[in-house]
């Protein structure tokens, strides 16, 4: 039998199994019956579904250590966490720095309870698959930890006496307990379409993406790169890019066939608290607009991780991506978009001028068809030359959920984590950096095809032109932090195109910059090792 442990406090793994999906239904019980209720089919199930759950902790509150502090958003009238945000001020106790640490590792020790229970469980069907599942779900705990924090503790038991005292693994070993973990995971899972749960798709564009990931370390391997390329044509499977972008982000609540993994939230889940039990994406990403006391008439955004004049430089006209990623022309109710099929009468609020659509010629004639609309000239409406008033930075509406309750927890869109799109760019890459920039510029083109734009070349491929490109496709998904991380290029961008960054916010303790974030020091606090080493940019 496996060893039993209980963690208290130095990692934050929470013992208690405290949310729940629609489609992913859990029956937590007490500890006292646990070996009798986890040992069912029923139980076992509910035990699978709380490690799906815990999605929600890790992705569904506040966006800052996926997002902020990046080239592409930046904050507006609300102010986001300084030190994740600035750099200049952060800290072991800077707000947020804790945020994946504490959610990863509750995620972790679910994952561990269900992988405990897995030896002792009756045999049914799909216990084979459900193992798959977990460990895939604390493997993607653990990359995003060794991403942001570098090495940290890898813990595998079930817990269940004290223990206060951990020992820090190398990102080295965390990286290989990560490829592990899925290469197991892939032997085990589902092969069929995706449904909500881990299929073997899923597992391969992460591989892809760990693999990608640890090539750029120094303790990486120089075929990664291509290991990465192969993992990543393995999860595209020959499938093309056959949604538009427009489909791609309806707002029909459906999972779509591009989308590789997400966090699943529905109606049914959020029912019982739907101001609390919702996601915060929705809420991100764009100017405030009135939000609840105007009834319905816009949504609540924070006002908080809008675009930066980079990210909106991005675009062209030709791209299909600009029409779709923000809300260009703003109805005087703004969900008008949505529910009216004839909007060509609808009274305009704000119009956001595009870089192809900045001379005066254009605003006049636009005025003139809609007196009643507040005109935004291009290079007018991002948060370094308008900070402080509603409407004055151009909403991004990709994440738009027009039945969600206003607030800021209140949509229930599944957050994309994972789709089709991702891993072509994710190819190109990675075929990129292997050095075959061909058959890496033919995986990218794929994506560009689909926007409507013109073909990239070989002239043009390089991992800035990979970056941009991610830009104009993911813009508002959670990875950009990761991939300037990854590449080597956040001091470099962000002190480049983040108005309030500059190269010297970076600079740390001991010569070093503060790349990886620190750990946080609540959880140095709580560790009964006293040798458990901070990050050199925070000693």
């Not at 007490?30 to 199930?45: A, F, L």
């Not at 070993?173 to 073997?200: P, W």
């Not at 529910?339 to 004639?365: C, I, K, M, P, R």
């Not at 920039?437 to 390089?462: C, E, I, M």
Request: charged letters at 20%; one cysteine or more; hydrophobic letters at 35%.
């Amino acid at each position: 039998m496996k060893r039993i442990k209980y963690i208290v406090g130095a990692l934050f793994l929470g013992l208690t199994l405290n949310s729940c999906q629609d489609y992913l239904e859990e029956d937590i019980r007490s500890n006292v019956i646990g070996d009798e209720y986890y040992t069912t089919v029923e139980g076992y199930e509910s035990l699978v579904n709380a490690n799906y759950a815990k999605l929600k902790d890790i992705y569904g509150d506040e966006p800052w250590l996926f997002v902020a502090g990046t080239d592409m958003y930046a904050e507006g009238r609300d102010a986001e966490p300084p030190g994740l945000s600035q750099y200049s001020q952060l800290a072991p106790n800077s707000t947020g720095v804790g945020q994946l640490y504490t959610t990863c590792y509750s995620a972790i020790q679910t994952a561990n309870t269900a992988l405990y229970y897995a030896d002792l469980t009756e045999n049914f069907t799909n216990l084979n698959k459900r193992v798959g599942e977990v460990k895939y779900l604390r493997a993607n705990a653990y990359f995003l930890l060794v991403q942001t924090y570098g090495g940290v503790s890898i813990v595998t038991d079930y817990i269940n006496e004290v223990q206060l005292t951990f020992d820090r693994n190398s990102a080295e070993e965390v990286y290989s307990f990560i490829i592990s973990e899925l290469e197991e995971s892939l032997d085990l899972v589902d092969d069929g379409t995706y449904n909500g749960r881990v299929n073997r798709k899923a597992v391969n564009h992460l591989l892809a993406k760990v693999y990608l990931t640890r090539a750029y370390e120094d303790f990486g391997s120089a075929s990664d790169y291509q290991t990465a390329a192969n993992y990543a044509d393995a999860a595209i499977g020959g499938q093309g890019l056959n949604l538009t972008f427009a489909e791609l982000w309806m707002p029909d609540y459906e999972i779509k066939e591009e989308t590789i993994f997400s966090v699943q939230y529905s109606n049914g889940a959020v029912a019982t608290d739907p101001f609390e039990l919702g996601h915060m994406q929705t809420a991100y990403f764009g100017p405030y607009q009135g939000g609840a006391e105007f009834a319905g008439d816009a949504p609540y955004r924070t006002y908080t991780l809008c675009p930066t004049q980079y990210a909106i430089d991005l675009f062209t006209e030709e791209d299909e991506r600009w029409y779709v990623t923000f809300m260009q022309e703003v109805y005087t109710r703004y969900f008008d978009f949505y529910d009216e099929e004839d909007t060509s009468g609808l009274e305009v609020n704000h119009f956001y001028a595009a870089a192809w659509q900045d001379f005066e010629a254009f605003e006049d004639a636009y005025l003139a068809t809609h007196p009643e609309a507040t005109f935004h000239p291009y290079g007018s409406y991002v948060p370094s030359i308008n900070p402080n008033n509603d409407y004055q930075t151009i909403p991004v509406k990709k994440f738009d959920d027009p039945e969600a309750p206003f607030g800021q927890s209140t949509s229930r869109r599944d957050i994309i984590l994972a789709r089709l799109a991702e891993t072509y760019l994710i190819a190109a890459e990675a075929y990129l950096q292997a050095g075959d920039a061909s058959t890496g510029l033919q995986r990218l083109n794929v994506v560009r095809d689909r926007a409507g734009v013109d073909d990239a070349t070989l002239a043009d491929f390089d991992i800035d032109y990979i970056l941009d490109e991610r830009g104009r496709e993911l813009l508002g998904e959670y990875h950009r932090w990761f991939d300037l991380k990854r590449t080597g290029t956040l001091v470099e961008r962000a002190s480049m195109y983040h108005y309030l960054v500059e190269p010297g916010n970076f600079n740390g303790a001991n010569g070093e910059l503060k790349i990886l974030r620190p750990i946080p020091q609540e959880a140095l606090d709580l560790n009964q090792n006293n040798d458990f080493p901070q990050n050199p940019a925070y000693q």
